[in-house]
């Protein structure tokens, strides 16, 4: 569910302006066209308006996935829309749709789509539906709605710790959207702190906004020894999830990382 998740915390959640198929569908792919790391090399609303024409990707339960197979990209996107009104979008089951995922999918990403989508569609049945989604008057109740479908589903899916770990990333970011001190039940001053640590060529770096993580860090004489494949680590006051990695010419290892401290 990470493309969920990110979109969640990147803003790419809204209010459908329209009711009608064609124009949510413009709207969702102009916010996956703004992704600076989309190149789709296409008009994206004319390839998704032709893969519906092929069939409806309308899934049933109120909710639709329309999505397309691109032959650039690194990562799997999406974009959310919310429709309080419903849109006739041609599902199986005759009804309206009130939420659109919409997914840009890179041809090497086949199969993290169709996980992220089971996992979605498994967490809609847990819950029994979507109708907390219907009733809305608040995209605020949409977004608590969606945060709880994507910690279900890492929960299936993830270890017990780094799912709770993602978890309370995605609460704290949705404190701060909505402007709130706490977010079901993570205290404001329970801080979680996103970085990238470099490691290879010397010195280990760290870039991140916050000088006291980056200086506990860089100074920390086994941190240029981390093993590729680690994924947890603490330092003085700061425990360390290693979200992913990626690797580079002359064993330089570049570590997407969040920083938990209370």
């Known amino acids: 569910m990470k493309s969920l998740l990110n979109a969640l915390q990147d803003g790419r959640l809204v209010e ?4 009608t198929k064609d124009m949510c569908l413009e709207y969702l792919a102009n916010l996956i ?4 790391d989309v ?12 893969r519906e024409a092929q069939s409806s990707t309308g899934i049933g339960m109120g909710v639709a996935c329309p999505h397309f197979v691109g032959s650039t990209g690194t990562e799997l996107v999406c974009a959310v829309g919310w429709s309080p009104e419903g849109i006739d979008y041609g599902s199986p089951d005759g009804q309206p749709v009130h939420l659109v995922v919409m997914y840009y999918i890179p041809k090497t990403h ?22 907390s989604i219907i009733r809305a008057d608040d995209i605020k109740i949409v977004r608590h709605q969606l945060l709880e479908w994507v910690g279900i589903a890492i929960d299936e899916t993830l270890p017990d710790e780094k799912a709770r770990m993602i978890k309370l990333e995605a609460r704290q970011a949705a404190a701060a959207s909505v402007g709130t001190a706490s977010f079901a039940g993570v205290p404001a001053a329970f801080q979680l702190i996103p970085f990238s640590l470099v490691i290879g060529g010397g010195s280990p770096i760290v870039l991140t906004q916050n000088r006291e993580l980056a200086e506990e860090i860089e100074r920390h004489p086994e941190v240029k020894h981390l093993p590729k494949d680690q994924t947890e680590f603490k330092l003085g006051d700061f425990r360390v999830v290693v979200r992913a990695s990626s690797i580079y010419a002359l064993d330089r290892v570049v570590y997407d990382c969040l920083a938990i401290t209370s």
């Not at 066209?33 to 600076?36: M, T, V």
């Open 16 to 19: 459908l302006p329209d009711n």
């Open 39 to 50: 190149e789709t090399g296409d008009d994206l609303f004319e390839m998704m308006k032709q």
């Open 110 to 131: 086949r199969n993290i789509y169709l996980k992220e989508l089971s996992g979605l569609s498994q967490a809609i049945h847990k819950t029994a539906g979507i109708q």
């Open 33 to 36: 066209e703004a992704i600076p």
